[in-house]
């Protein structure tokens, strides 16, 4: 018999008596405001992130200066040309150089300040890991109010990969000292602007 | 009145003021307050600058029973290690305190894990089969593997046919179950592990001592004491950031190299053949994303049927874990990259035989928080590693003896059963209610060496009979008084040690309930 179907005997074999019925998930009230923008920025800065906010004629006035300061900048957003094209990268070590990478993010989370990637925003998964910055740009019209409002959309079930960034790589591993940059970006900022149509 | 109000102590909250740092180095957030998401401390917490030697975990002697009292002992003789570990994690369960009371649905978000779960697990052949299908049409390699032996094959047997040499992965307690990393040293792999408190044990030749901090146990002192031997770091320099960037410096190339990348699973989700994993570092979605061949290796009891379910989960999973609202990285691997290979290897090890154990299965729900862990004041002043398990804490004594019965006996008597593990277990396992049935269990099995079974007699006896046990308390005043002096400060009780028992209360919760509630109702 092969693992698989001697896994599945035992398990139905062992089948726990009873009747446990799989729950209808109730929808629960966002537990933040009506200002999901503002609810949304102070929860990415509890959990580490940044916000920057455009000003007129500069949509990336508040990363302006770690922008003129990067060597290599990959951008996956029509808003900026960057330096290294993502769409001609072959493999993901190619962009480990990275200094500064600036995607769009799906939607983001007012209740936990997180923000959604899928392969089609990173063109390159890894840039989002290997970059040493994280620059996001967020429609403020496609904040969603919690959770749970996320795992309804259908991101999850059609992409190959789905992520959500809450802040920057961090890791308190050595005594709960809170340090960030552990393997992946030092600091991840958003910015706050519509999709261009 | 808030509880600071009634217990001015609470605010600092502080156990041992001996730990507490004057200086702090934990980031700011962009307005400059102290930030304390992710696993960081929510004050600051240090060893004194006085080198003690690291405590060492409990002697593991082939298929001997454990003693964890000993190992236990001397990490207590180890008073500046059992103090910064016991403030560090009492502070993670305050901080998951604080979290889930900001949730007004968190019982209810409880009592739903709790049914997906049991619901899934008991129609897991089914989940797990319409898992493999979906994975499948997803052009993932699905494979099955029916013990820990079983998996190392599989997973080298992958790699040898992709010629890889060396594999970087993200912390995974079903790896460590496996002795994965053993197995493929011997067999000329090169793993590196990627999250730092793992690589730091690692390095270190130890197993993890928590299943979300492997490393809790070792101030910053040890961790330069093993980053100086391993990575040639300046053994003077214990400045935490500069340990931090030492480790990321030198594992950034072994991810960059790597033929293979392999990570755990925090769920599986059944309808799409998704693996989820949730870390704090990026370092799952760095090992799943930049080698040219990824392998998640999942333990079959990770399966929840629908994405909406994660809608739970997540919610809980860090909150109760470290008391961040989420990890920086919820991370969903579907499908392989193009023109790269993804596998998933389905692993039992064990769960569809604990799956047919009446009063253990439900352990089967466990989402690997911890918060059991950080609550338990018996593995708070012991360490993970005194258990000699894969598994440590409260949910390691009912998970260890279905691995082995004998090498894990004695494990189940590591507790004061405050039911505390209970109370804060997201999917709501009786943790310590199925404390007590294994303890049963393994005295009737004669597992238990004959000083214990003494022991074992005079609190089982009441124990076990709550009207007796009932009438115990009230005649005695105090459940602990039911237990004969020696029971509680024996030597084989490491949690007698350091601490006297309280004075229980004049009126037991169970006398005034029946005094005051059930005359109103009648009874």
């Known amino acids: 018999m092969s693992a698989r179907d001697a896994i599945l005997a ?43 906010e455009p000003q007129a004629g500069d949509i ?38 990275v200094d500064v990478a600036v995607v769009r993010a799906v939607f983001g989370i007012a209740e936990t300040g997180s923000v959604l990637f899928t392969e089609d925003q990173l063109i390159v998964n890894a840039v989002a890991y290997l970059a040493q910055h994280l620059v996001v740009l967020l429609d403020p019209a496609d904040i969603l109010p919690n959770v749970q409002a996320a795992y309804r959309r259908r991101e999850f079930g059609h992409s190959a990969y789905a ?19 552990a393997q992946g970006v030092r600091s991840l900022t958003v910015v706050m602007q519509p999709k261009t149509a | 009145m808030s509880v600071e109000d009634l217990n001015p102590r609470e605010r600092e909250g502080v156990i041992h003021p001996e730990v507490r740092a004057r200086d702090d180095e934990s980031e700011r957030a962009q307005d400059g307050t102290r930030l304390q ?35 236990a002992e001397r990490f207590l003789a180890a008073p500046l290690h059992q103090a910064a570990h016991d403030e560090r994690l009492w502070d993670l369960r305050k901080k998951r305190d604080t979290s889930a009371h900001g949730i007004p649905e968190w019982e209810e978000l409880r009592e739903l894990a709790s049914q997906i779960k049991t619901h899934t697990l008991s129609h897991l052949d089914q989940y797990l089969e319409q898992f493999e299908a979906a994975a499948k049409a997803n052009g993932v390699h699905v494979h099955w593997a029916k013990d820990g032996a079983d998996h190392n094959r599989i997973v080298l047997e992958i790699l040898k046919s992709h010629g890889a040499k060396t594999l ?13 990393r053993h197995h493929m040293d011997a067999n000329g792999i090169e793993v590196i592990e990627t999250d730092l408190g793992e690589r730091i044990q690692q390095l270190d030749n130890e197993e993890p001592s928590h299943v979300v901090a492997p490393a809790v146990h070792k101030t910053r002192m040890d961790v330069a004491e093993v980053f100086a031997k391993t990575l040639g770091t300046d053994p003077d320099n214990d400045d935490a950031h500069y340990l931090a960037e030492s480790q ?140 000699g398990a894969t598994y440590s804490g409260p949910i390691g004594l009912i998970i260890d003896p279905t691995f082995n019965k004998r090498k894990y006996s ?114």
Not at chain 2, 39 to 64: C, F, H, L, M, T
Not at chain 2, 172 to 179: D, K, N, P, V
Not at chain 2, 252 to 277: H, K, W
């Open chain 1, 10 to 52: 035992e398990i139905r074999r062992n089948r726990p008596s009873g009747d446990f019925p799989l729950p209808e998930l109730p929808l629960f009230a966002p537990l933040v405001g009506d200002d999901l923008v503002a609810e949304f920025g102070e929860r990415l800065k509890r959990m580490g992130g940044r916000v920057a």
């Open chain 1, 60 to 97: 990336f006035a508040g990363v302006r200066e770690r922008l003129d300061g990067a060597k290599v900048i990959a951008s996956a957003v029509p808003e900026l040309t960057g330096n290294r094209d993502l769409r001609s990268i072959r493999y993901p070590q190619e962009v480990e150089d």
């Open chain 1, 163 to 181: 992520v959500l960034h809450t802040g920057p790589s961090a890791t308190a591993d050595i005594e709960g000292v809170l340090i960030h940059g």
């Open chain 2, 37 to 71: 998401h992710a696993e960081a401390a929510s004050k600051p917490i240090r060893a004194p600058q006085v080198r003690e030697p690291q405590p060492r975990g409990a002697k593991i002697r082939g298929n001997r029973p454990i003693d964890q009292a000993e190992a």
């Open chain 2, 168 to 180: 970087v992965k993200s912390k995974s307690m079903l790896t460590e179950e496996c002795g994965f």
């Open chain 2, 248 to 387: 990321r410096e030198t594992t950034r190339p072994y991810i960059l190299q790597a033929d293979a990348g392999m990570t755990g699973c925090n769920f599986a989700i059944a309808e799409t053949g998704s693996v989820v994993t949730c870390t704090n570092e990026g370092n799952a979605d760095l090992s799943g994303n930049v080698p040219p061949l990824q392998i998640h290796s999942i333990g079959i009891e990770k399966i929840i049927p629908k994405v909406e379910h994660l809608g739970v989960f997540i919610r809980l999973l860090s909150r109760s874990a470290l008391g961040s609202p989420i990890t920086q990285y919820t991370s969903h691997f579907r499908a392989p990259r193009k023109g790269t290979e993804m596998h998933m290897v389905l692993v039992d090890n064990g769960r569809s035989e604990r799956l047919g154990l009446e009063e253990f299965w439900t352990s089967l729900k466990c989402i690997r928080c911890g918060a059991c862990m950080n609550t338990c004041p018996v593995y708070r002043r012991s360490g993970g590693l005194s258990y």
């Open chain 2, 410 to 523: 004695t494990l189940p008597f590591s507790s004061t059963m405050n039911g505390s593990c209970t109370n804060v277990c997201p999917v709501k396992i009786n943790i310590h209610e199925q404390i007590f049935a294994w303890r049963k269990v393994l005295v009737e099995e004669h597992q238990i060496p004959a000083l214990k079974q003494g022991m074992m007699k005079a609190a089982g006896a009441v124990l076990s009979r709550p009207a007796a046990y009932r009438a115990a308390i009230g005649a005695a005043d105090s459940a602990l008084k039911v237990l004969p002096r020696f029971a509680v400060y024996n030597p084989l009780n490491t949690w007698g040690k350091k601490r006297e028992m309280p004075e229980a209360p004049r009126q037991t919760f169970h006398a005034w309930y029946k005094q005051n509630r059930m005359k109103d109702t009648g009874r």
